[in-house]
Every structure is written in C-alpha cells, then in structure tokens.
C-alpha cells in the first residue's frame, strides 16, 4: 500500500519537469491525480498514460495559470473527476530573465500572475473541496532565499511572495486541519533549466554536491509532505537546493 491510497491530488503544471515528477511519485503513492497544462496536450497526455500504465488513475485539464477562471475550473474540474480533492500541488511556473532596467510592467504583471495571482486563486477554489488532512503544496525556489546573480530579481520576489503567503495561509487553515508548506528547488534538470544548458556550470558551482537535482528528488520532498510525514509540517519552508543556500 501506498502512503497516499485514497487520496487526490492536483498539480499545477505538471505536464513536463517537476510538475510532471511530482505527478508521477504522488501517483505512485496511491493518490489520483489530475494535472493542468497550457499548450501542450501531448506531453500531458502522456503524463496521464504514464501513471495509467503503472495502474494509476490520472487526468489532464487545460488551464493557463495566467487565467484566474480557468485556474478555478482546473481546481472545481479535478475535484469532480477524482471525487474530492486532498492535495493541492502550486507547481505552474515561467522564468523571467533580464536586467530591472529592461523588464517591462508586462514581464511583471504575466510573472505575479501566473506565480501569485493563480496560487491565491487556486488555494481559495482548492479550500472549496478540502476536508481535514488536507495538503497544499507549493513550489518556490531557492532565488526566493539568494540570488547569485543578476538578471533574476523579477523571478526572485515572485517567489519571495509565496513564502510569506504560505505562512499566513498555515494560520488560516490549521484549525480545519489543512497544512500549507512550500518547496524551495535549486538548480534542477528540466527543460526550463537544463543540466546542460547556458551558465549551468556556474550553477553546479554554487551547489555543495557539484551537481544539479533531478526532478524526482524534488517530486520526494513534496511526496513526503502530502504523506503521513507532512501532517505536522506547516507554515515552513523546505530548501531543497544541494546546499546553494548552506
């Protein structure tokens, strides 16, 4: 038996890198589990047929985090296919890169919204369907905790907000039981930031281990959360980083 039999899960972007990992290991545990993409349908759909292979149960729903409706229908849309809703996993993310003096007010607005504005929007629908033992999950990033370099000052005080958020909300829903953490990664192999790619030396110079994480080894810590072992774990981070911030 899985630590998760029985439970449902949603994961926000979890059509490719950590969304997809997480989705994949929540699956394994047990839970049901509905994820959300914006454009790309095959690479969900293979998601969902991956953890459908393994003798899981998976679906995909189309939903731009930039859309605060469409982040409501995901939320109400997961929790009426799988039956309920324990797990709510904000993973959605972009990357904005560029000197402050170059970002647009565009870059700014297109970053909070799909980084704060739909985690807000999520959580309240999410709330909707959440009884006691309830999880929400959300990633941030190490850049919340330090930033190496330039260039990341946008991306880092998006995620910045979701530390405090996830404080505050901890209080808010403790009395019903609920918990709320947030992950922080650091430099991790996916396809927005591939091991191999532009300045990736420097990362794994700036990690303890000398290397990058894989997504699964985040998708463990978020697993660990949703789990048996997170129901005493709230309002608090959980760096998951090689050491970058050591």
Request: charged fraction near 20%.
């Given at each position: 038996?899985?630590s998760l039999?029985?439970?449902?899960?949603?994961?926000?972007?979890g059509?490719?890198?950590i969304?997809a990992?997480?989705a994949?290991?929540?699956?394994?545990?047990?839970?049901?589990?509905?994820?959300?993409?914006?454009?790309?349908?095959d690479r969900?759909?293979k998601v969902?047929?991956?953890?459908?292979?393994?003798?899981?149960?998976a679906?995909a729903?189309?939903?731009?985090?930039a859309?605060?409706r469409?982040?409501?229908a995901a939320v109400d849309?997961a929790a009426?296919?799988l039956?309920?809703?324990?797990?709510?996993?904000n993973n959605a993310?972009v990357?904005?890169?560029?000197?402050?003096?170059e970002?647009?007010?565009?870059d700014?607005?297109?970053?909070?919204?799909?980084h704060?504005r739909?985690v807000?929007v999520?959580?309240r629908a999410?709330?909707r369907?959440?009884?006691?033992g309830?999880?929400?999950?959300?990633?941030?990033s190490?850049?919340a905790e330090?930033?190496p370099?330039?260039?990341?000052s946008?991306?880092?005080?998006s995620?910045?907000?979701?530390?405090?958020f996830?404080?505050?909300?901890?209080?808010?829903?403790?009395?019903?039981?609920?918990?709320a953490?947030?992950?922080?990664?650091?430099?991790t192999?996916?396809?927005?930031?591939p091991?191999?790619?532009?300045?990736a030396e420097?990362?794994?110079?700036l990690?303890?281990?000398g290397?990058y994480?894989?997504p699964?080894?985040?998708a463990?810590?978020?697993?660990?959360?949703?789990g048996?072992?997170?129901a005493?774990?709230t309002?608090?981070?959980?760096?998951?980083?090689g050491g970058?911030t050591?």
């Amino acid at each position: 038996m899985g630590s998760l039999d029985g439970r449902s899960a949603l994961v926000t972007g979890g059509s490719r890198g950590i969304g997809a990992a997480t989705a994949a290991r929540l699956a394994e545990e047990g839970a049901a589990v509905a994820i959300t993409y914006t454009s790309a349908r095959d690479r969900a759909e293979k998601v969902v047929r991956g953890i459908e292979e393994s003798g899981g149960r998976a679906v995909a729903l189309r939903a731009d985090a930039a859309d605060p409706r469409a982040v409501t229908a995901a939320v109400d849309g997961a929790a009426s296919a799988l039956g309920s809703l324990d797990v709510l996993v904000n993973n959605a993310g972009v990357f904005p890169y560029g000197d402050i003096g170059e970002l647009t007010l565009e870059d700014y607005e297109d970053t909070m919204a799909v980084h704060v504005r739909a985690v807000f929007v999520a959580v309240r629908a999410a709330l909707r369907h959440m009884g006691e033992g309830g999880r929400i999950i959300t990633i941030g990033s190490s850049l919340a905790e330090r930033v190496p370099a330039p260039g990341i000052s946008l991306y880092a005080m998006s995620k910045s907000a979701l530390t405090g958020f996830t404080k505050g909300l901890a209080r808010d829903v403790g009395p019903r039981g609920i918990t709320a953490a947030i992950v922080h990664p650091g430099s991790t192999d996916t396809e927005m930031n591939p091991a191999d790619g532009q300045g990736a030396e420097e990362e794994r110079a700036l990690t303890a281990l000398g290397r990058y994480a894989r997504p699964e080894e985040i998708a463990a810590s978020v697993a660990h959360l949703a789990g048996p072992g997170g129901a005493y774990i709230t309002g608090t981070s959980i760096t998951v980083d090689g050491g970058v911030t050591a």
